[in-house]
């Protein structure tokens, strides 16, 4: 708790973990491409390395890249398509791990776009960590099914369905979706300050009418109340500090209850220092019998390594030292080293200290091929 009154001392927005354009993949509608037909090309290479030993979370190695050849249209200054295909390999196997077709028709109106097909999902949410991994862009990269985007001068928001695994009748698994909120209050601007609202709800599903399994349905909820605040140095190196606490709720409201706990809580607090090139995060969670269906394993009041093992209360400092650049046009670098220290759990190392370290490279190209002229307009 030490660690706690110390962030509160220190108090001063934003998702660390989802703020570095590493991470983000959008496409912007610009009415002056009206016509145009395009070749798109998204690249993510990775390397993420979880040295972690206590009871809960399943490390492991990831190692490969993504590779997503697309070819766009826009049909109207509000309106476009696009579709090529998903490409993942996995570096020491032989085949491709994931081989989809993508799919994306994008609608922007005036404060508001509304996208079917592939989502601009992962970390472009902004969910925080405990109740969405951002690591997911990796494991989980395609999510599919509808979103709408609000922004206004004050406030914005995510809503979306991710259609994850769906069945028909005979099948031998259940239907998996998400439906998922994330918004922003823009509370108070004042000169260098900024206090901002944000509000997330994850609702994640297992189901369905049609599969033979005969097993209870699963509904899980994750809900999380902040506050968020951002004081702006914009001095040459270091640009601003940032701070926020939320109250993180979970609760099961499956008809039958399987979850070892039937709700859950905790407290989630995130301090940054951003340098020019360098992010230095802190984040402390003190957890009680608390479930994220979707969130990061050290979170997890259940064990990804040992299924059935629980530890209640989870009590955790992670720091994270972060280092991404665009280091050429369209080439973004992010490395960054991530010790964390358990307070609960005594880890066989005996000093209770862990650590990951993750490097990414990501390369966008949109490149130009033709204009048509096209009679709709919308």
């Known amino acids: 708790m030490i660690i706690l009154v110390v962030l509160l001392i220190a108090g001063f927005h934003s998702n660390a973990q989802v703020d570095y354009p590493t991470f983000k993949s959008r496409t912007e509608i610009n009415p002056s491409d009206s016509g145009r037909l395009s070749f798109n090309l998204y690249n993510l290479n990775y390397v993420t390395d979880e040295e972690w030993f206590g009871n809960i979370p399943l490390s492991g190695t990831l190692f490969g890249y993504e590779l997503i050849p697309?070819?766009?249209?826009?049909?109207?200054?509000?309106?476009?398509?696009?579709?090529?295909?998903?490409?993942?390999?996995?570096?020491?196997?032989?085949?491709?791990?994931?081989l989809v077709?993508?799919?994306?028709?994008?609608?922007?109106?005036?404060?508001?776009?509304?996208?079917?097909?592939n989502l601009e999902g992962n970390d472009n949410h902004g969910y925080i960590e405990p109740i969405y991994n951002y690591r997911l862009i990796i494991t989980e990269r395609q999510e599919n099914g509808f979103q709408?985007?609000?922004?206004?001068?004050?406030?914005?928001?995510?809503?979306?369905?991710?259609?994850?695994?769906?069945?028909?009748?005979?099948?031998?698994?259940?239907?998996?979706?998400?439906?998922?909120?994330?918004?922003?209050?823009?509370?108070?601007?004042?000169?260098?300050?900024?206090?901002?609202?944000?509000?997330?709800?994850?609702?994640?599903?297992?189901?369905?009418?049609?599969?033979?399994?005969?097993?209870?349905?699963?509904?899980?909820?994750?809900t999380a109340l902040g506050t968020s605040l951002t004081y702006h140095v914009d001095h040459k190196l270091f640009q601003k500090i940032v701070f926020e606490n939320y109250y993180v709720n979970y609760k099961d409201i499956s008809g039958?209850?399987?979850?070892?706990?039937?709700?859950?809580?905790?407290?989630?607090?995130?301090l940054l220092f951003q340098l020019k090139n360098?992010?230095?995060?802190?984040?402390?969670?003190?957890?009680?019998?608390?479930?994220?269906?979707?969130?990061?394993?050290?979170?997890?009041?259940?064990?990804?390594?040992?299924?059935?093992?629980?530890?209640?209360?989870?009590?955790?400092?992670i720091a994270s030292f972060i280092y991404d650049k665009e280091i050429y046009k369209n080439v973004n670098f992010d490395f960054r080293f991530l010790p964390y220290k358990d307070f609960i759990e005594k880890i066989s190392s005996g000093t209770g200290l862990e650590y990951s370290f993750e490097m990414y490279l990501k390369y966008t190209l949109k490149a130009n091929i033709a204009k048509f002229k096209n009679s709709l307009q919308f």
Do not use: C
Not at 90 to 96: D, K, L, S, V, W
Not at 101 to 117: H, L
Not at 256 to 270: D, E, I, R, T, V
């Open 148 to 222: 709408m985007l609000v922004d206004t001068k004050n406030y914005t928001h995510d809503l979306f369905i991710n259609w994850r695994v769906a069945i028909v009748p005979g099948d031998d698994f259940k239907e998996q979706f998400d439906i998922g909120y994330a918004s922003k209050l823009k509370f108070l601007t004042k000169g260098k300050l900024n206090l901002d609202v944000p509000i997330q709800f994850l609702y994640s599903h297992k189901g369905g009418q049609y599969d033979v399994l005969n097993t209870p349905l699963s509904s899980l909820t994750n």
């Open 101 to 117: 077709p993508t799919y994306q028709v994008k609608y922007k109106a005036k404060k508001s776009e509304y996208i079917m097909g």
């Open 256 to 270: 039958q209850k399987l979850q070892p706990f039937k709700q859950g809580n905790a407290f989630y607090s995130h």
């Open 70 to 98: 697309e070819i766009e249209y826009q049909i109207s200054p509000r309106l476009y398509i696009k579709a090529g295909i998903y490409l993942q390999k996995t570096y020491g196997r032989t085949e491709y791990t994931t």
């Open 278 to 317: 360098v992010g230095i995060d802190f984040r402390y969670f003190d957890g009680e019998g608390y479930i994220g269906p979707r969130g990061g394993a050290l979170f997890q009041s259940v064990s990804a390594k040992y299924p059935g093992l629980v530890e209640k209360h989870r009590e955790l400092l």
